[in-house]
C-alpha cells in the first residue's frame, strides 16, 4: 500500500493571516492543492489530509478521493500524523501542505525507499527557519529545528524539507514516543529521527537535487517570492516550448494550463486553472483567463473569462466578461462591455457592444444588436432565451425571457419582447413615436407672452 498524508491542519501564525495558510494561492491554485497534485502524480494509493486550524475553509478545496482527518488542537507535526493513526499502513509519504513544489518523481521515488525513515533533505544557501540535519561520521543523527539550535548549528546548509517516507509501524513507534520537550513546546515529527536510531531502526536520507523544489511557505514574504520563481519558471518552460511571452514579469500562467506553441500571451495576462490556450491564439494584455479553452486563431483583449469554451477564429474584447457555461463557436465576435453567461453561440454570431446574454442559445450568424439584454432573472427563476439563426436583434432591445425568436427574424430597435416571434418576422416593440409639428416654438411663444 502506497500512503500520502498531507499535513495541513497549522495555523500558519508567521503569515498573520485570518485564513489558513494552505488555502493562499500560488498561480491561482491554493498551495494544499498543489501537494495533492503531487500525491496524485506520484501515484499513492490512499491521499490523506490532516486539517485543523479553519478547516471549514480549507474543506471546500479537497477531492472527494482524499481522506481527510481533523487534528483537534494543533500541538505540532507529530501530533497531527496521529491525528490520522487509521490511516497508517504499508509504506506512508508525509508531506508538509506548505512546502508545494515537490515533484511528483521525487514522491513515488520514495515510496521505494528500504529504510525505516528516509528524510528528504536540501542544501539551501540560506537555511534559515528550517530544521537543520545534524550528522555524526556523514550518517544523521537528529533534526535539530531553527529555535533549538546552538550557532554551529544553525550554520548547516543542509535543511529537513518535511517530506519522509516511513514504513508505518516504525512511525507508529515513533509517534508513541515523541514529547514536547523542546522551545515550542510541540510535538515535533522531527524526533522521530532520534526515537527511531534508537531503537535501532534504519534512518537515511535523500538530498534533492532542486532545492527551490523543497522551499516552504511560512510567511507572505516567502509566498510572494515563490509565486515569483514559479512563474518565471513556467514561462521560462512556455517560452521554450514556442510561446511568446511579451513580458514575463506582468504573465501570469498557472500550473496546469496548457499553452500550445504559437500562441501569443501579451502582457499582464493571467492564465489560470485548467486552461487550454490553442496554437496562434492571441491573449492580452490586461487579460484574466480561468478554465477556458481558446480555439486557434483567437484572439482575448482586455477581458475576463472564466469556465467557457471560446472557439477559432473569434474575437474577445475589448472590455468583455465571459461567465462560468459559455461555450462559443468558431468566427464569434463579442465587443466592448458584453457580458455572455451560461450561454451557447452559435458559428458568426456577433454581438459588439454593450450587452448581457444570460442561458441564452444563439443560432448561426445572428447579429445582437448594441444594447440587447436577456431578461433572464425573474426574480425568482432563471429563465432562457433561445433565438435562431441570422436574426438581427435591433439595438436596445429587451428579451424577456422566456422567450423564442425564430430563425431569420428582424426586431425592430428599442423593442421590448415579450412574446415568442416566429420565424422572418418583424417584431415591433416599442411605444409608437408621436411628431407634434412646431411644438417647441409655440412653447417659446407663450413663454415669451407671459413676461
Ligand atoms: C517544519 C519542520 C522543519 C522543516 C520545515 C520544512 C517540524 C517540527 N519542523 O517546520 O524541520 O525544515 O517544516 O518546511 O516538523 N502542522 C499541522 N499540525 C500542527 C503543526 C503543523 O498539521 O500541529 C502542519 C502545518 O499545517 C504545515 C506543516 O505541518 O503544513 C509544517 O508546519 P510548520 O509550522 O510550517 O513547520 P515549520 O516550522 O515550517
Ligand atoms: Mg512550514
Partial sequence: MKKVLI?????????????????????????????????????????????????????????????????????????????????????????YGDVPLISGEVVSSLFESKANMTILTAILETPFGYGRIVREDGKVIKIVEENDATDDIRKIKEINSGIYAFDSESLVYALDRIKNNNKKGEYYLTDAVEILLAGGYAVETVQVKNSNSVLGVNTQKELATLIKNVKDDINDALMDAGVTIEDPQTTFVGPDVIVESGAVLKPFTFIYGKSRISSNASIGPETTIVDCTVGNNTFVIRSDCSGSVIGNNCSIGPFSRLRPGTFIEDNVKIGNYVEVKNSHLSKGVKSQHLTYLGDATIGEDTNIGAGTITCNYDGVRKNKTFI????????????????????????????????????????????????????????????????
Fill in 7 to 95: 499535513l495541513a491542519a497549522g495555523l500558519g501564525k508567521r503569515m498573520n493571516s485570518p485564513r489558513p495558510k494552505v488555502v493562499h494561492e500560488v498561480l491561482g491554485k491554493p498551495l494544499l492543492n498543489w501537494t495533492i497534485d503531487v500525491a496524485k502524480e506520484a501515484k499513492a494509493d490512499e491521499i490523506g489530509v490532516v486539517l485543523g486550524h479553519g478547516a471549514e475553509l480549507v474543506y471546500p478545496l479537497i477531492p472527494s478521493d482524499v481522506k481527510v482527518f481533523i487534528q483537534e488542537s494543533q500541538l505540532g507535526t507529530a501530533d497531527a500524523v496521529k491525528a490520522a493513526k487509521n490511516f497508517l499502513n504499508g509504506k506512508v509519504v508525509i508531506l
Fill in 388 to 451: 435562431g439563426k441570422n436574426v438581427f436583434v435591433g439595438s436596445n432591445t429587451a428579451l424577456v425571457a422566456p422567450v423564442k425568436v425564430g430563425d431569420g427574424a428582424l426586431i425592430g430597435a428599442g423593442s421590448t419582447i415579450t412574446d415568442d416571434v416566429p420565424a422572418y418576422a418583424l417584431a415591433l416593440g416599442r411605444a409608437k413615436q408621436l411628431n407634434k409639428e412646431e411644438w417647441v416654438l409655440k412653447k417659446r411663444r407663450d413663454s415669451s407672452d407671459e413676461k
